[in-house]
């Protein structure tokens, strides 16, 4: 059984920071290509941006220049520093990775999500 669990999600001010994290857990063999994506009300979910298990990271349009995304191998995490946040950002922010599991090979895998709330 894996888990991916997001953290750090809020309410905060226009122009104010946050820093998502995201650990997997469970029956992990290695972990690929980790991301962030966000769904907000009325909309369909969107990529912000991915990282390779190298390090290798690319964004959107959603994500470019004010959101970096970063990850501890060691810790099976990854975060997503967001700065200057507007209020069309906010939305239910997920985390996706690529696993490999016992006896299955690489799986998609989703968290539940962190709300990030942008509002003065």
């Known amino acids: 059984q894996v888990q991916l669990v997001e953290s750090g999600g809020g309410l905060v001010q226009p122009g104010g920071s946050l820093r998502l994290s995201c650990v997997a857990s469970g029956n992990i063999l290695s972990i690929g290509r980790m991301a962030w994506a966000r769904q907000a009300p009325g909309k369909e979910r969107e990529l912000v941006a991915d990282?390779?298990?190298?390090?290798?990271?690319t964004y959107t349009d959603s994500g470019e220049g004010r959101f970096t995304i970063s990850r501890d191998n060691g810790k099976n995490t990854i975060y997503l520093q967001m700065n200057a946040l507007k209020p069309e950002d906010t939305a239910v922010y997920f985390c996706n990775a690529a696993i490999a599991v016992p006896r299955k090979g690489f799986d998609n895998f989703w968290g539940q999500g962190t709300q990030v709330t942008v509002s003065s």
């Open positions: 990282i390779t298990s190298d390090g290798y990271t």
